[in-house]
């Protein structure tokens, strides 16, 4: 062999050791010391504690519905146990969301692309605890920290973030609201699969139409509304599909206080904001006058009734 190729042996022979070295580094590596970096950047971005309190972990596995030579490249699937997300300062409850456990999967090569892609993230038993104290003060209303060298004259950021799925079990959501004087749980649980709207209404959309989206969670609440009981069931569509532009969110639900009853069904166009509302209401109930403790809108005392119309908002 020339020296020129002994030359070339060595300078492979060296990268191929480096590239071992790095995938044992990265393999053996205890993610755990990196938690106290993450919940401190996280709990200053927010102005809010966060914590990853549990085990936090990367596995490596190959991707193996990606073509060609892709289908080589491993992707990081990261576990992180026991997560908590606090509260502003001016809530005194401690917790506002509790994870057991979050799983996610990153796709690395679209960070070449400056893209940080993850196919799908699943939270295990999420708990979520809404509070309003007043019409300034609630917790699901984030004041993001601003950095000293934000200007209007700063240029946007290059890089771009994708989510494709988000997956979940069964999950909690308790409200506590102040105004309304709403004390309410909200069980949250997948409905197995997607259910078409066209199915839970028995309508289908005119050509021309937006389609709107499948119902995708079952929902399940009780607890007191403007100091009445009040218990009901309905569905919801997906998570994404909160954000998803041009396709109504699909709503439906059946709430009972007592004998009166206000049951919905239809859509939401900008589900965010409350906007696009067309529904289907139907009301029923020993006398008018008992809707005002759900609805707020004072009405006559009437024998009992039963009637249905439509909301567009």
């Known amino acids: 062999m020339t020296r020129t190729g002994k030359i070339i042996s060595w300078i492979a022979g060296i990268f191929l050791l480096l590239v071992v070295v790095v995938v044992i580094v990265i393999a053996t590596f205890d993610w755990n010391r990196l938690k106290p970096t993450i919940n401190q950047k996280v709990s200053t971005e927010l102005n809010r504690p966060f914590a990853i309190r549990g085990d936090l972990s990367v596995a490596w596995a190959r991707n193996r519905d990606e073509p060609g030579w892709r289908s080589w490249v491993p992707w990081p699937h990261v576990y992180a146990n026991d997560i908590i997300l606090g509260n502003p300062p001016d809530i005194p409850a401690v917790t506002m969301v509790h994870l057991p456990r979050?799983?996610?999967?990153?796709?690395?090569?679209?960070?070449?692309s400056r893209t940080v892609y993850l196919p799908w993230i699943k939270l295990v038993k999420p708990d979520a605890r809404l509070i309003r104290i007043n019409e300034k003060t609630n917790n699901w209303t984030f004041d993001m920290a601003k950095s000293d060298s934000e200007d209007e004259s700063a240029q946007p950021s290059s890089w771009s973030f994708r989510l494709d799925n988000i997956l979940?079990?069964?999950?909690?959501?308790?409200?506590?609201?102040?105004?309304?004087?709403?004390?309410?749980?909200?069980?949250?649980d997948p409905l197995g699969k997607p259910l078409p709207y066209s199915e839970v209404s028995g309508q289908k959309a005119k050509d021309g139409d937006k389609q709107p989206g499948d119902y995708v969670f079952g929902l399940k609440m009780k607890g007191r509304y403007n100091q009445q009981n009040v218990q009901g069931s309905g569905k919801i569509g997906g998570m994404l599909a909160l954000r998803?532009?041009?396709t109504p969110f699909p709503v439906q639900a059946d709430v009972r206080s007592g004998n009166t009853r206000v049951a919905f069904q239809g859509t939401v166009n900008d589900p965010m904001k409350m906007g696009?509302?067309?529904?289907?209401?139907?009301?029923?109930?020993?006398?008018?006058?008992?809707?005002?403790?759900l609805t707020g809108v004072l009405l006559p005392d009437t024998p009992p009734f039963e009637t249905d119309g439509r909301l567009v908002a």
Do not use: M, N, W
Request: hydrophobic share 45%; charged share 30%.
């Open 168 to 188: 979940f079990d069964e999950g909690r959501i308790a409200i506590d609201d102040s105004l309304s004087r709403a004390d309410v749980e909200i069980l949250v």
């Open 244 to 246: 998803s532009e041009g």
């Open 276 to 293: 696009g509302v067309d529904l289907r209401l139907k009301f029923s109930g020993d006398s008018l006058g008992e809707l005002y403790e």
């Open 102 to 112: 979050v799983e996610a999967t990153l796709a690395p090569l679209a960070l070449l």
